[in-house]
Structure formats: structure tokens, C-alpha cells
């Protein structure tokens, strides 16, 4: 079990370093009067996490029984990794104006501040419906689900994942929620770089995550 978490560790930063909600729940923060929308972003945002990690590591059918299911299991990892840095390639090889987070984030900003929770609670959990955010919950779910775990040990092997996963969510909604006025200066210093650097943080993390679900791939061959 152990082993499995170590592996399901590096998987569960890349979806905590996750631009668009981060910058989602700090627009919130800053720009929505109601603390409560912010709140419900982060539940839906964090039950959607939970939700997709905890499918897809309970009715993935990755089992191993043998040489031959070892064999299954890492050309499957294999696969999802080079996914992963296919697809760090092609967020690379955008347009640099389209590259920068807040050309599209902006154009929200002003739904995002007139959101009401009901609405922000959905979008949390349809930022969990992303290519990315689904290719990599699908690769943790195969990295859980090929150690023959137990219902228990999938619960908590999906409970460290979320919880490392929407940390760099839950946190700031946190302390803005309890020091909006006193947070406000280093929350906006936080939207502002994840704003600038979201895109480079993003290939960055899919090319070192996609490495590392290739090598455990290769290594179970």
C-alpha cells in the first residue's frame, strides 16, 4: 500500500498544480462578494476530485494475477504516460497568446463575481471533467486499482490523493473565507503570478508526471 502511494503522490501534485482552479477560486475570492461561492467551488471542486479518483480506481479492470496482468498493467501505464506528455506538448505549442492563463480566465472574471454557490459548486465539479484533470485522475486510478486493493485501501489511497490534489484550492478558500482583509494582499499576488506562469506550470508538470507514469510503466514490464 505504501508503494502505491508513493506512486499516487506525484500524480496527485499534478492536480494540485492545476492553473484554471486555482485562478478560478482566487477570482472568486477577490472579485465575488459572497464568501459562500467561493466555499461551494472548493466542495464541488474537491467532491468531483474525490468522485472521478474513486470510479475509476473501483471499476478500472486492472487486476494483477500473474506475469501476464503485470505485463497488461504497464503497457497501460505506459500508455497514459505518454498521454500525459502528448499532451504537454500540445498546451506547449499553443499560440503564446493563447498560452497565458488569463486570456480565457478573464473573460469570466465577471460571471465568476456575480456567481452564487449553487452555480460555483457546479463549476467545481465540472473543472474535474477537464482532458487533463481526467487523464491524470484515469492514470491514478489504474496505479490504485493495479495493487488488487481493498474497498478500504481505495478509500484511503483516494482520500490522499484529493486531498493533496485540491489542497492548492481548499487552502486559499480557506484563509481567504476566515481573513478575507488580512489574505487579500497575498492572495492577489498569488493570482497574479498563477495568471503570468499558469501555462509554464502546466507543461512542466505534464512532461515530469508523464516521465514518471512511463518509467513505473516500464518498470512492472
Known amino acids: 500500500m505504501l508503494i502505491v502511494i508513493g506512486q499516487v503522490l506525484p500524480l496527485a501534485l499534478a492536480l494540485a498544480l492545476s492553473s484554471v482552479p486555482i485562478a478560478s477560486a482566487l477570482t472568486l475570492l477577490l472579485r465575488n462578494p459572497r464568501r459562500s ?14 468522485g472521478l479518483v474513486g470510479l475509476l480506481a473501483s471499476f478500472l479492470p486492472v487486476r494483477l494475477g500473474g506475469d501476464v496482468s503485470l505485463g497488461v498493467h504497464g503497457l497501460l501505464e505506459i500508455a497514459l504516460g505518454v498521454a500525459v506528455v502528448v499532451l504537454g506538448i500540445v498546451t506547449a505549442r499553443r499560440p503564446a497568446g493563447a498560452g497565458r492563463l488569463g486570456a480565457g480566465l478573464h473573460r469570466l472574471t465577471g460571471a465568476l463575481g456575480g456567481m452564487g454557490p449553487v452555480l460555483a459548486l457546479l463549476l467545481g465539479i465540472t473543472l474535474d471533467l477537464r482532458p487533463k484533470s481526467v487523464l491524470v485522475a484515469g492514470t491514478i486510478g489504474v496505479v490504485i ?9 481505495v ?7 484529493t486531498a493533496l490534489g485540491a489542497s492548492t484550492v481548499i487552502v486559499p478558500v480557506v484563509v481567504g473565507a476566515v481573513r478575507r482583509a488580512r489574505a487579500r494582499t497575498w492572495l492577489e499576488a498569488f493570482d497574479h503570478w498563477i495568471t503570468r506562469n499558469g ?8 512532461f515530469v508526471v508523464g516521465a514518471v507514469v512511463i518509467g513505473n510503466g516500464l518498470g512492472s514490464l
Open 199 to 206: 501555462r509554464t506550470v502546466t507543461v512542466v508538470v505534464l
Open 155 to 161: 478509500l484511503v489511497a483516494t482520500t490522499i490523493a
Open 145 to 153: 486499482a493495479g495493487a488488487t486493493p481493498t474497498g478500504g485501501e
Open 37 to 50: 461561492a467561493a466555499v461551494a467551488f472548493a466542495v464541488g471542486y474537491t467532491i468531483g476530485m474525490a
